[in-house]
């Protein structure tokens, strides 16, 4: 089989495809910012989603790209958006270090019979926002579940950060096409407000630190969501234009690459799991096919194939 096609490749010195974690001096207030250029591109350009779609899938994949580059261990994050509307499942994932992919299952009959402009709710109907974390075969894997709601996937997971984590979150996603290049690039901006200390530590309980998480978010609340997109704007230089006032401190970048862990060598050790019947079955016209749900490339087997080693 062919390599798979470059579709883009990033510009010299290109500050795309990277997590900036930051803090605002001596606040308790830890954020993260996300630029996804030719990462989130190679995703979405893998299959003919609509542009409205593409851009939640967008958004999406830089939220697991905030969240998953948190886990200070080798392990994986999935965010998973299950609906009853246009959109049925909608699902991204970051593996450590810095692995993103994702992919959407439309329904066109519901998607077509859209207003215009809908709304989140419109989109995906009724349903609700999962994120799993998985910590290896030796740890606990954790899960908490919210209810789709608001008016965006940042609302949905501000929700979850104040009914699953008791954090307080301000987050701010978008994802669009470039206007020079066409190109899709994503964006995003989060910041939390810390327990005193270590973990239980007391939440926003002195009315200082209340008036300076007040005024964070005000500062926040300010962004475009075409400068978490902008190529020409680095994301340290948003950093200093939202809080320099305060005084903001960045730390080492984690770099985020589209990863998709399909092989033909995986998937025959799969097709080899079911009984002679049941590979019978899935033959047809001489071949077993086999789609990747996430990047969209076709396999081809025999049953041949499946009787060799």
Not at 98 to 113: F, H, I
Not at 266 to 293: G, R, T
Request: net charge negative; with cysteine.
């Amino acid at each position: 089989m062919s390599e798979e096609a470059i579709i883009v490749t990033d510009a010299p010195g290109s500050e795309d495809n990277l997590v900036l974690p930051f803090q605002i001096e001596e606040q308790n207030v830890r954020g993260r910012a996300i630029r996804l250029g030719t990462t989130v591109d190679q995703v979405l350009e893998a299959r003919d989603y609509p542009e409205d779609i593409a851009a939640l899938m967008g958004e999406i994949l830089a939220l697991t790209g905030l969240l998953g580059s948190i886990m200070k261990f080798e392990g994986k994050l999935t965010l998973q958006a299950k609906a009853d509307g246009a959109i049925t499942l909608m699902v991204a994932d970051y593996e450590s270090p810095g692995k993103v992919r994702g992919y959407a299952q439309v329904d066109q009959e519901k998607y077509d019979a859209l207003p215009e402009n809908p709304s989140l709710y419109d989109i995906f109907g009724k349903g609700y926002l999962a994120m799993t974390m998985d910590q290896g075969a030796d740890m606990e894997r954790y899960q908490g579940i919210v209810e789709l709601s608001g008016d965006s996937i940042a609302d949905c997971a501000q929700a979850y950060f104040k009914t699953s984590e008791q954090t307080p979150t301000r987050l701010h996603l978008s994802a669009g096409r470039d206007p020079v290049t066409n190109r899709w690039r994503a964006g995003g901006l989060m910041i939390q407000h810390l327990a005193h200390g270590e973990e239980g530590g007391p939440r926003l309980m002195v009315q200082e630190e209340e008036n300076i998480w007040e005024h964070l978010k005000v500062l926040t609340q300010t962004i475009r969501p075409e400068e978490l997109r902008d190529p020409q704007l680095t994301l340290k230089t948003l950093l200093y234009r939202l809080y320099h006032e305060d005084g903001v401190r960045v730390f080492d970048p984690v770099s985020i690459v589209r990863n998709c862990k399909c092989s033909a060598d995986y998937l025959l050790s799969v097709l080899k799991s079911f009984s002679p019947d049941q590979q019978e079955e899935m033959v047809e016209n001489d071949k077993i096919s086999v789609n990747c749900a996430f990047c969209n490339k076709d396999f081809f087997f025999t049953l041949d194939d499946l009787q060799k080693g």
